[in-house]
């Protein structure tokens, strides 16, 4: 059987940290802050808010939340971003995405100060998971494919890793992670030939195919490390799957994250993490 890579583990791992981080700060006068940005009341907007709340009022992180109604208009929005932007006391934004299709989502992203933008919704910030350059952080779940590994003691150093799906969540900037972590690494998408030939070549495959259950055995081989983003509700089974199927390849890899409790369990902890990060910038440690 895998080891399993059970994402709790790296969550309470992160939340010490950060605890002894947030008290570092607050003795430097700094109460590390996230405010979190939510237009409308949609049901997997207020779950995943309910999430993060928690994670950060365990580790001592203050939240503040700005609603606004599913029919705000764009300046009223810009003008909010703005406030927070320049609110010394947010060090932080979380904005919830998608937004109304009366607001112009791009221009809403690129209004967050990169700074503060702790989930990667900037140019500015992806062009730091790309470039090292600039400010701003990776995008949650990305990362949260990163500590994992280094949780569980897996360098992709000197590896083959493949990685199916090309978006900017979390395809195309894990590949980078990986990339700057020293893997060899081979970016999969819907265009791929044979597909499966090339993650039976990989000694990391992290699967973001956003399709459940549709990476089966042949995609795999022994002695792999598979890191599965997907998630999504198998009205056939009654529960939560990733991408993987997770039944028929368990018994063929070395170590697999599960679904549930994998890769979703560490983001909103690496998100409480960048929220630490940048109040230590402003407390200077």
């Known amino acids: 059987m895998a080891e399993l890579l059970k994402g709790a583990l790296v969550a309470e791992a992160l939340a010490e940290r950060c605890a002894a981080e947030v008290e570092a700060c607050k003795a430097k006068g700094v109460l590390p802050t996230l405010a979190i940005l939510r237009v409308g009341e949609r049901d997997d907007d207020l779950s995943y808010e309910r999430g993060a709340t928690k994670r950060c009022e365990a580790v001592g992180v203050a939240v503040k939340n700005v609603v606004l109604p599913a029919t705000v208009d764009q300046a009223t929005m810009l003008a909010t971003i703005e406030d927070l932007n320049k609110d010394a006391g947010v060090h932080g934004i979380l904005m919830f995405r998608p937004l109304p299709e009366q607001l112009d989502e791009a221009a809403c992203c690129e209004a967050l100060a990169p700074t503060k933008d702790v989930d990667a919704a900037t140019t500015a910030s992806l062009a730091h998971v790309f470039a090292g350059k600039g400010a701003g952080y990776a995008p949650c779940t990305a990362q949260a494919c990163m500590e994992i590994l280094n949780h569980y003691g897996i360098n992709p150093a000197g590896k083959r890793a493949a990685v199916i799906g090309r978006s900017l969540v979390i395809g195309k900037p894990v590949s980078m992670m990986l990339m700057a972590a020293n893997a060899t690494v081979t970016t999969c998408h819907t265009k791929t030939v044979d597909m499966p030939s090339v993650t039976r070549e990989a000694d990391i495959v992290v699967v973001a195919a956003g399709k459940m259950e549709t990476i089966g055995t042949e995609f795999f081989k ?36 599960p679904v549930p409790g994998g890769v979703g369990s560490v983001t909103t902890a690496v998100l409480v993490s960048h929220v630490v990060e940048a109040a230590q910038q402003v407390a200077g440690i």
Not at 231 to 239: F, L, Q, S
């Open 222 to 257: 022994a002695g792999q490390v598979v890191i599965d983003v997907g998630i999504g509700w198998n009205e056939e089974k009654g529960k939560l799957c990733g991408d993987v199927c997770f039944e028929e390849v368990e018994p063929i890899v070395e170590a697999i994250t």
